[in-house]
């Protein structure tokens, strides 16, 4: 089945960037989401179709796609970023959704 | 402004279903696609399967094929989700979520999420 991999953990300290990528067969031809997760709660999405910022996003989220890889890039980074993010992308035939297993941010 | 509304926490034996809803407000219900979505403790994001409420056709993650069956209820706006033959490891909490599909938007509203607890 189709997997997409992220890297379980990073970590910046405060006002620098944090990169996060997803890697995926299908990236190339499949949009990728981005959503936030805080202790407790429900998922947020952060991004859409690879580099959109949904309203109310702050400006420091940004996306990117490269080949098989989706970046999510957090611009000056603040204590309140620290999160669980998850990539997300359709299969190749667009039938099914995938999560990527999620990267700890660990703002030090 | 859209809003998921989940039923409440269950407990359930080995073996036995547990059905989990989710009551859609604001928007146009018929117009969603509703996906399932769960999380074991400590663990990632899983996506079990979606339903288009004005066709009523869904679809399941090849994981969860023939143990769960995803309905909608386009009179009472609600979405549900069964899981059959219930084991400990499908202890998580269980979302619902709009799907956006072919507009790409993403999973926009999320419910709050309901735990389920499989224990003998």
């Known amino acids: 089945s189709y997997e997409l991999t992220q890297p379980p953990s990073v970590s910046v300290s405060p006002g620098q960037t944090a990169r996060i990528t997803c890697s995926g067969d299908?990236?190339?031809?499949?949009?990728a989401y981005w959503y936030q997760q805080k202790p407790g709660q429900a998922p947020v999405l952060v991004i859409y179709?690879?580099?959109e910022r949904p309203s109310g996003i702050p400006e420091r989220f940004s996306g990117s796609s490269s080949g098989t890889t989706v970046t999510l890039t957090i611009s000056g980074v603040q204590a309140e970023d620290e999160a669980d993010y998850y990539c997300?992308?359709?299969?190749?035939?667009?039938?099914?959704?995938?999560f990527g297993g999620g990267t700890k941010l660990t703002v030090l | 402004q859209v809003q998921l509304v989940q039923s409440g926490a269950e407990v359930k034996k080995p073996g036995s279903s547990v059905k989990v809803s989710c009551k859609a407000s604001?928007?146009?219900?018929?117009?969603?696609?509703i996906s399932w979505v769960r999380q074991a403790p400590g663990q990632g994001l899983e996506w079990m399967g979606r339903?288009?409420?004005?066709?009523?056709?869904?679809n399941y993650a090849q994981k969860f094929q023939g143990r769960v069956t995803i309905t909608a209820d386009k009179s009472t706006s609600t979405a549900y989700m069964e899981l059959s033959s219930l084991r400990s490891e499908d202890t998580a909490v269980y979302y619902c979520?709009?799907?956006?599909?072919?507009?790409?938007?993403?999973?926009?509203?999320w419910g709050q999420g309901t735990l389920v607890t499989v224990s003998s």
């Open positions: 979520a709009r799907d956006t599909g072919g507009d790409d938007y993403g999973f926009d509203y």
């Open positions: 339903i288009i409420p004005i066709l009523g056709i869904a």
């Open positions: 179709k690879d580099s």
């Open positions: 604001g928007g146009t219900f018929s117009s969603y696609t």
């Open positions: 997300q992308s359709a299969d190749s035939s667009g039938t099914c959704w995938v």
């Open positions: 299908a990236l190339p031809k499949q949009y």
